[in-house]
């Protein structure tokens, strides 16, 4: 018989717990529908994680966390406990189906976990944390930005001919997520900008400030437009 995984677990558990609600509406014939569906999606996840097919290598790889799956709470949990409830499951292409969409509904709650805990990730691990949760790096860094508040990033300026030194330049790194960088020959002609990439604003004369703080220059001597997250 193939081994129980955390995955396979947590839909017994759920398939257990509508039972117990069946026997408390008999007359709803829900419960034990959704409780049969989890009980046959438990056998056909235990079954797919014997053949490592990719539903179940992704989800226990990535969606485990202390031997159980990680989100119970989430959408993938909210997902679970619904299954099978109001129309029936009628063959293993909709089993089948079901673990895809977890798949999905998995890396949705791994990001908004990322974002709700920002302050315990460190956006330089942003590589290692979307290994970890099976995303993308760019999504990794949405997800801090979102739980960090960042509406808008905005790319700053600075002219070529303006000195900045080393301390200057250590404090616009330290913004969170900053690139500094000379912006190209081609886009800027023969005297390009040092760019600093990536700086949170609630609009561009309070993206300009910031770096005008830092570099000891004219606000309105720096250029700033809005930009997506430019990541390194």
């Given at each position: 018989m193939p081994a129980v995984n955390p995955i396979s677990e947590h839909f017994?558990?759920?398939?257990?717990?509508?039972?117990?609600?069946?026997?408390?509406?008999p007359d709803d014939p829900r419960y034990t529908q959704s409780a049969q569906a989890l009980e046959a999606l438990a056998d056909y996840a235990e079954a797919l994680a014997e053949r490592g097919a990719f539903q179940l290598r992704y989800l226990l790889e990535h969606h485990v966390a202390?031997?159980?799956?990680?989100?119970?709470?989430?959408?993938?949990?909210?997902?679970?406990?619904?299954f099978g409830f109001d129309?029936?499951?009628?063959?293993?292409?909709?089993l089948d189906q079901f673990l895809?969409?977890?798949?999905?509904?998995a890396k949705s709650d791994a990001a908004r976990h990322?974002?709700?805990?920002?302050?315990?990730?460190?956006?330089?691990?942003?590589?290692?944390?979307?290994t970890r949760f099976g995303i993308d790096v760019e999504r990794v860094h949405g997800a801090l930005d979102a739980g960090r508040r960042y509406r808008q990033l905005f790319v700053v300026g600075i002219p070529l001919e303006h000195p900045i030194d080393a301390g200057a330049r250590a404090q616009l790194e330290a913004i969170d997520g900053a690139i500094v960088a000379a912006g190209s020959k081609e886009a800027y002609g023969d005297a390009p900008p040092l760019l600093v990439k990536n700086v949170p604003a609630?609009?561009?004369?309070?993206?300009?400030?910031?770096?005008?703080?830092?570099?000891?220059?004219?606000?309105?001597a720096l250029g700033a437009t809005d930009s997506p997250r430019v990541l390194p």
């Amino acid at each position: 018989m193939p081994a129980v995984n955390p995955i396979s677990e947590h839909f017994r558990e759920q398939a257990a717990a509508h039972r117990e609600r069946a026997a408390e509406h008999p007359d709803d014939p829900r419960y034990t529908q959704s409780a049969q569906a989890l009980e046959a999606l438990a056998d056909y996840a235990e079954a797919l994680a014997e053949r490592g097919a990719f539903q179940l290598r992704y989800l226990l790889e990535h969606h485990v966390a202390d031997g159980r799956f990680a989100w119970a709470d989430g959408q993938c949990g909210r997902s679970v406990m619904q299954f099978g409830f109001d129309v029936p499951v009628r063959g293993e292409d909709e089993l089948d189906q079901f673990l895809m969409d977890l798949c999905d509904r998995a890396k949705s709650d791994a990001a908004r976990h990322i974002g709700k805990h920002e302050s315990e990730f460190d956006r330089d691990d942003a590589p290692a944390i979307a290994t970890r949760f099976g995303i993308d790096v760019e999504r990794v860094h949405g997800a801090l930005d979102a739980g960090r508040r960042y509406r808008q990033l905005f790319v700053v300026g600075i002219p070529l001919e303006h000195p900045i030194d080393a301390g200057a330049r250590a404090q616009l790194e330290a913004i969170d997520g900053a690139i500094v960088a000379a912006g190209s020959k081609e886009a800027y002609g023969d005297a390009p900008p040092l760019l600093v990439k990536n700086v949170p604003a609630v609009d561009a004369a309070a993206a300009r400030e910031r770096v005008a703080q830092i570099v000891g220059i004219d606000p309105e001597a720096l250029g700033a437009t809005d930009s997506p997250r430019v990541l390194p």
